[in-house]
């Protein structure tokens, strides 16, 4: 297998360690969904579904039903019944329905007002039928009944009303009589008039017995011969159109009569008041928020692993960084009143403690960090815990019984004093700026054996040109000969560059990294600017790691303290 092919064991234990790793967050978000599913299934109100059926005819004497092909008919059908269901929960219906109900005084219906009513009604065509069911939403079972069946009824009584509205209005007319003018017009315009041949043929002959009547009347009088058989004839004529008019005008009083008992809408279903509610379902929510919390909860992790530029583990530090990883330090709380390195001297066996001794045997093996005594500590920005790593380091050093030197080289901001409960005495500072002539003066004992510190001293205006002079070079000087470990724990390289000013003197240094605390575009350039002054980063170890394990570098074997 080449180097840049992977196991699919490999694969499988990087997921399962990003899972571990974030596993806060997967049973966050579970319970977080678990809590908004069961808030929605117990707090919501219950909603009921009242339904009503409704069956919807073409009337039977419909033009569109006899006169149309069957593809066309189709259409029109298909045209009629959506336009027919659609007037169902129109405004107009509604609104009468609303009225009808007194529907202002629910105070389910109260503030959203017919909106809210719309809001509760849905119309479904069943399909390839002629069937319309009418539903009706509400947090009260009994009014979603009475809503849907009031609405179902009245539907079909406006739909007849409608239907039959110029039947009885031409009904009305017809009942007059026939001996004015708008009446006569009227029975005149019928389709089964205007259709019926006999009646149009009769009315072509009075035609040209009228006009060939009026030209006799031009030459002759009323009483020559031919004029009076024409009259004769026309008025036979007339009174044949007159009887078969008054016959088809009986035959559509009785059709128009008929209609006025005919509706092709009716309820065929009526509803009846809901027994149990269609949501919220709480057996399904709640069965529903295991899986869905979890598959969210595990694309939360993931997400946060992808987007997440700190660094946590080793190989954020081997692959994001392109560095050696030294070790982890766990996070761990301190007791009141303990020194920080209370673990190493303690006759317990702590994570922290043995980290620190894994530290120091990687550094022991390390080559580079073997050649030369002086060992920098350092960090991107400040709160990274690289003075707490640097005194437990020196403090794990000289318990192998190495004589050791700790120096203070944060001349801004020094702890070393405060670490190892030393009182603020001559230090660096004041052997740097010529207030004290023999470096012996400035390092003083400490409560661990074989330790020794230089501390800040006093705090200078000018810690810049102090490291600048040339008392730091004979400083150094004398520690090689006298000390077989120095530790300097330097400013971070952020926002000074007082760490560029050791480096000229001590080339090598181990790079601290709070977990999660500093994202790795800051943490890369910070060391490509130490790699430009020419210090040379040994590797970097990862303080305040949120584990219980601390891994080897395959990842596939854990030793649980």
């Known amino acids: 297998m080449s180097a840049n092919q992977q196991s699919p064991d490999s694969d499988i234990a990087a997921y399962v360690a990003i899972l571990v790793k974030r596993r806060r967050i997967v049973i966050l978000v579970w319970m977080l969904v678990f809590s908004l599913m069961a808030a929605y299934a117990y707090l919501t109100a219950p909603v009921y579904e009242a339904t009503a059926l409704v069956s919807v005819d073409r009337p039977i004497n419909d033009p569109a039903a006899t006169h149309d092909t069957k593809e066309d008919g189709d259409a029109l059908d298909g045209g009629y019944y959506d336009t027919e269901f659609k007037l169902i929960n129109s405004d107009t219906q509604l609104r009468r ?13 109260a503030r959203g007002g017919l909106k809210a009513l719309r809001e509760m009604v849905v119309v479904l065509q069943v399909p390839h039928t002629r069937l319309a069911q009418v539903s ?33 209005n031409m009904l009305q007319a017809l009942q007059k009589g026939t001996n004015d003018a708008a009446t006569q017009r009227l029975i005149e315009e019928l389709p089964a008039v205007v259709e019926n041949k006999l009646i149009q043929d009769i009315k072509t002959q009075i035609f040209n017995s009228e006009a060939q009547l009026a030209d006799l009347k031009t030459r002759y009088t009323s009483n020559y011969p031919e004029v009076q058989a024409l009259e004769s004839k026309l008025a036979s004529m007339r009174k044949v159109r007159d009887h078969e008019m008054a016959n088809i005008l009986g035959s559509v009083k009785t059709e128009l009569s008929g209609q006025l008992r005919a ?81 190493l001297v303690s006759p317990d066996v702590t994570p922290s403690s043995e980290a620190f001794r894994n530290l120091r045997t990687v550094l022991d093996l390390s080559s580079r960090a073997a050649e030369d005594p002086f060992l920098l500590v350092t960090s991107t920005v400040q709160a990274e815990g690289k003075s707490f790593v640097a005194t437990n380091l020196a403090v794990a050093l000289s318990q192998l019984g190495q004589k050791v030197l700790i120096i203070d080289g944060d001349l801004r901001r020094p702890n070393q004093h405060l670490n190892l409960s030393s009182g603020v005495k001559l230090g660096l500072s004041d052997y740097l700026a010529g207030g004290v002539t023999d470096a012996a003066h400035v390092a003083q004992k400490t409560a661990v054996e074989n330790l020794e510190l230089v501390t800040c001293g006093s705090r200078p205006k000018n810690p810049s040109e102090l490291l600048n002079a040339q008392h730091l070079a004979k400083l150094l000087a004398w520690a090689r000969g006298r ?63 949120r584990t219980r394990t601390t891994r080897y570098a395959d990842g596939r074997y854990a030793d649980f303290y």
């Open 97 to 109: 329905v609303w009225d009808e109900l007194e529907l202002q005084k629910t105070p389910e219906l």
């Open 136 to 168: 009706v939403e509400s947090t009260n079972a009994a009014l979603a009944a009475k809503i849907a069946s009031t609405l179902a009824h009245d539907f079909a009584k406006r739909n007849l009303d409608n239907q039959l509205y110029m039947s009885k």
């Open 263 to 343: 509706n092709n809408v009716r309820v065929v279903d009526e509803p009846q008041i809901p027994q149990t509610p269609i949501r919220p379902r709480k057996m399904l929510a709640l069965a529903l928020s295991v899986p869905l919390g979890l598959a969210l909860g595990l694309l939360a992790a993931f997400l946060l692993e992808t987007f997440d530029q700190t660094v946590q583990t080793h190989s954020d530090v081997e692959q994001r960084l392109g560095m050696a990883f030294l070790g982890q330090i766990p996070a761990a709380r301190r007791k009141k009143g303990a020194t920080i390195f209370a673990p």
């Open 483 to 545: 000390y077989q470990r120095v530790i300097v724990d330097c400013p971070p390289v952020f926002p000074v560059s007082d760490v560029l000013l050791w480096g000229k003197h001590v080339n090598s240094t181990i790079f601290v990294a709070r977990s999660g605390h500093t994202r790795v575009p800051l943490i890369k350039t910070a060391c490509a600017r130490l790699r430009l002054g020419g210090v040379k980063i040994v590797g970097g170890v990862i303080n305040g790691a």
